[in-house]
């Protein structure tokens, strides 16, 4: 069976509209990047050497549900959040529903089902804490935001207005989060015409007060019916690269080639671009071709033949999803070296980044992943890794391998959550000390 790389997972929405430290302790050592403005931007330029030493962090694990287990059942778990008592939300697209479990794991009810009225959803993409406290969840099309107590009781569909600068056509959305009292929302307008098809992805800060957007960034995607080529650096977009943090601020990877994030603060200006030396990971002639193979998967439905699929030469460096940003006020960047060419016990290698941009160091998290097929969240301070990730999306619309040996290969989705008390000292915050007073 031919194992895909993650970095793809909605590329078909995008064409059609993660108890014990091992290390040495923090060494407490030196900045030795530097600060430049450049155009007016201030650019925090990270060698490959971080302040302190790397780490390798035994992760403990606190539960697992679905798998084999006859207690619980998964299709599609797209995102999740915790609650104040540590209960987690668990979004699954391809059931329509939220399930809800304890700090241990036990189930304490469903909430939310499919449908078009207050409450009801279909074709999820992600779940977010409403300014308000309420449960958002994001509706990619029709494009909707469904909003819903906790304890499962529906309000009225929380309406976000036109998009600014007038831009017209279908519209998605792909992913939303709080950012202080506002939201962040990425959103994509389709325009199609006789002879080709637009697809204009944007990342704008929505304000629920005064009902007014402010965007961030904007990025177009393009393809000629006569010519078909899909461009992976094109269409694999910042959206798969993006998070925000509860001061307000949005951070983004606007180019797949590069590692550099952009800050954003909430009036729309760029605060500072994060970067940091990396050294180039080539691509091997099987993991293009398994690219390529994915790409067919998620395409093979279209209602034309693709001519030919640009593959980019070298991974990207920050993974799919790979932007984490943490209540500690760090960064936490999942790269593609180190992870995908991992063993099967990490979940992956992660650069620390202080809340200034510098970059602290490499950490290694050890625990239970398969790289190219698994995704990871951080949620507060828990680590969760669903299992079957990739596949599990690939089969629920159609792509993927065919329907026989997808029978034999299947894997049932499971959710693993794992913790561990050296998270912030990781991020050079012991005793609770900011990395920002060194």
Known sequence: MIRPTRSLLFTWMLLFSVTALAPAAASAGKWKGSEEMIDGVLHVKNPSEGIDKPMTIELEEVYRLGGWSEDEFFGVIVGMLEDEEGNVYLLDSQLKEVQVFDPAGNLLRTIGREGEAPGEFQNAASIFWMPDGKIGILQTFPGRIVQIGTDGT????????????????????????????????????????????????LLNIFDPETETYTPLHKASSHMSFTNVVISEKEWDSFRNRWSGSESGQVYSVNDLSDYAITVYRPDGSVDRIIEREIDTFERSSEELDRVKTIYEGFTKNMPFPVESYDIEPNHPPVAWGGLYKRPDGSLWVRTSLGTVNGPEDEVGAFDVFDPKGRYIRRVILKGQADSLNDAVFFVNDHIYVITEFLNAAMAAQGGGADEEDAEEDAEPMSVICYRSDQLLKAAGIPGGKSADSR
């Open 154 to 201: 529906p309000y009225d569909d929380f309406t976000l207005p036109a998009l600014p600068d007038n831009e017209t056509g279908f519209r998605l959305l792909f992913g939303a989060r709080r950012v202080g009292d506002k939201l962040a929302v990425v959103e994509g307008v389709n325009k199609p015409s006789q002879t080709s098809f637009e697809q204009i992805n």
